[in-house]
């Protein structure tokens, strides 16, 4: 379906970036792999990538947390996969503390990745979209895009924030066949939230499987976790011509959670 077309994919060496570089490479598409990790183990899922699929498939480290980075993630895209058509902006980090505790760094940080990234990349690729008059651009927002959980100033901020930006540029490009949307996940097992459900097992002495059900309990009615194909296949679909009239829309897929 999307054969021949050219996709970034922010943070995808691992979760839910992985699984929506998979899902459009599974549709046809070129990627521009990106993120963190040890070198040996991205050049593995590259490699998965190419033959699973049979589509050029590149990385680049760029730190999403320096803008110049950012600037220079899609011209080397555009470079190496002769330009860029659909770009997801998932990368994003996460830090758990009340405010008064809040590290302001960590507030900078978690700004950075997860909102000033996906502006300063729409900002460069919507020049050539608006050349080519055809572009996807798909952020990665939250539930916490939509509703608050204590301890997560930055990133709930963040993803408001993202939201917003969604609906500026699917103005900005309504009269166009470039769309912007974003994905509101819930739960998603993936290092992010391994990490949660560890700090949580430690901090109520409670094995991790306990701590993984009740993190389901208190927030997703399905008790089930969201997954990462889940994610990409909705991807696939907002860059298809079925999705065409769907802009600056946030679509949960969340067990519910934002349903309470
Ligand atoms: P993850 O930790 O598995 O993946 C994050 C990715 O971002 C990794 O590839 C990592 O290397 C990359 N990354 C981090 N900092 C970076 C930087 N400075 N520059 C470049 N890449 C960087 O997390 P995930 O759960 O897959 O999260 C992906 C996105 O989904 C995030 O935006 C997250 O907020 C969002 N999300 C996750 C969940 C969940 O439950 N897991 C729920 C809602 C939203």
Not at 93 to 115: G, K, M, S, Y
Request: aromatic residues 4%.
């Amino acid at each position: 379906m999307l054969r021949g077309k050219a996709a970034i994919v922010t943070g995808s060496t691992s979760g839910i970036g992985l699984g929506i570089a998979r899902a459009l490479a599974e549709a046809g598409c070129k990627i521009m792999l990106n993120g963190f990790g040890d070198p040996l183990a991205i050049e593995q899922e590259r490699k998965r990538i190419v033959r699973d699929f049979g589509v050029e498939t590149h990385f680049d480290s760029a730190d999403l947390s320096k803008p110049a980075e950012v600037q220079q993630l899609v011209e080397s895209s555009t470079r190496e996969l002769g330009g860029v058509d659909i770009l997801v902006n998932n990368a994003g980090i996460q830090h758990t503390a009340p405010i008064e505790d809040f590290p302001p760094e960590r507030w900078d940080a978690v700004i950075a990745i997860n909102l000033s990234a996906a502006f300063h990349a729409t900002r460069a690729v919507i020049p050539q979209m608006r050349k080519r008059n055809w572009g996807r651009i798909i952020n990665i927002a939250s539930a916490h895009g939509l509703v608050a959980s204590a301890e997560k100033a930055a990133y709930v901020a963040s993803k408001h924030g993202i939201l917003g930006l969604t609906k500026v540029v699917a103005l900005e490009t309504a009269t166009t066949e470039i769309t912007c949307n974003a994905i509101c996940p819930g739960w998603v097992l993936t290092p992010l939230v391994e990490k949660q459900i560890k700090e949580r097992a430690q901090h109520e002495h409670i094995v991790e499987q306990a701590a993984k059900n009740e993190l389901l309990a208190e927030k997703q009615p399905s008790h089930e976790f969201a997954t990462p194909e889940q994610i990409g296949a909705l991807t696939v679909f907002l860059c298809s011509e079925a999705a065409a009239q769907i802009r600056g829309a946030a679509i949960s897929i969340d067990g519910g959670w934002t349903a309470q």
